[in-house]
């Protein structure tokens, strides 16, 4: 006998020690042909389970599309998750329950060996591949076979379709070069900057040297040619902090873009776009928490660190006759990763 070789319990000679297992006992699929039965379709059932699931999955994501609220995104992503996480489920308890209930059911011991074979026992383990694959009786099982491809071909379907749906949509580059900020009310000097997410307007008095505040346009999303509100939000979020006018450079051209001191620059990072809102208070530095690009907000944002290529734009600011901060402005350029603008 060959070190690779295996040999089958009955088989097995004498100078292996008989850990003292109890004799085989034959399960009930094997010896009654109707639990055989009753157990494949138990796995057919668990496979349409499957199946129901991913359907379900892809379903519930046309059913609930991404609408105005947080609330209609989740629904969509919930349905997608639990299509997944069921169609999964349903195919490992499948794949379970098919091989304890109706594979072969041979005891096989495997002596201890090298750990690389030679040829033969190369083409040995192939031969014992494919007569693992003749044990699985999936030949004899039509009704099992048929389900299973169906499963394993729908089961991805929740992970893939977003994937795809994100390649598809009208994509236009060119939204990126505006965001809600040159968009003013009727009759207004400007937006009136808002705290998130309360929408309160902010007082030029209210801002306090060494404060900062995060910032969005008051009723973001209500005006004309706004797309919806967590659109405009993430493009035109902006952080607001107040400095001692003599801490700040301000380069030519520059000058009527801050008030006293208070000055906004975009929180979209210029690397990859993550949020930025690590503010330094002493420093007046703002980190961003992906790699660590620092930006000097008394420098006009200009990087200090890490991989960004260019300063966060900055939103030129101003009040209104009663006191309140207006973007009397879009940002001067366009706001984040630095490769949107160079595409067009
Ligand atoms: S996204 Fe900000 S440093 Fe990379």
Known sequence: MSEREVV?????????ENPGLEPHRHRQSDVDPRAAKRAELQVVGLLLLSILAAIGGVAGYFLFPAG?????????????GLG????????????VHWAKALMNDTEQIEMRHEL???????????????AGIADANVARRP???GALAGALALAPLPFVLP????????WDITRFRYTAWRNKPSGAAGRRLAIDPTNEPIRAADVTIGSAFHVIPQDLGDLPGEDHFLNEKAKAVVLLVRMHPDEMKV??????WSYHGIVAYSKVCTHVGCPVALYEQNTKHLLCPCHQSTFDLADEARVIFGPADRALPQLPISVDEEGYLIAKSDFHEPVGPSFWERLK
């Not at 994937?163 to 009208?170: A, E, F, W, Y």
């Open 163 to 170: 994937l795809v749906g994100n390649l598809t949509p009208d």
């Open 143 to 145: 009704l099992i076979k």
């Open 8 to 16: 089958h319990h009955d088989e097995v000679p004498d100078r292996f």
């Open 84 to 95: 997944l996480g069921l169609g999964m489920l349903g195919i490992g308890l499948a794949a």
């Open 116 to 130: 690389r074979g030679d040829d033969a026992a190369r083409a040995g383990a192939v031969d014992k591949l494919q």
């Open 68 to 80: 105005e609220t947080l609330g209609q995104i989740r629904l969509g992503n919930t349905a997608l």
């Open 251 to 256: 380069s030519p051209g520059r000058e009527d």
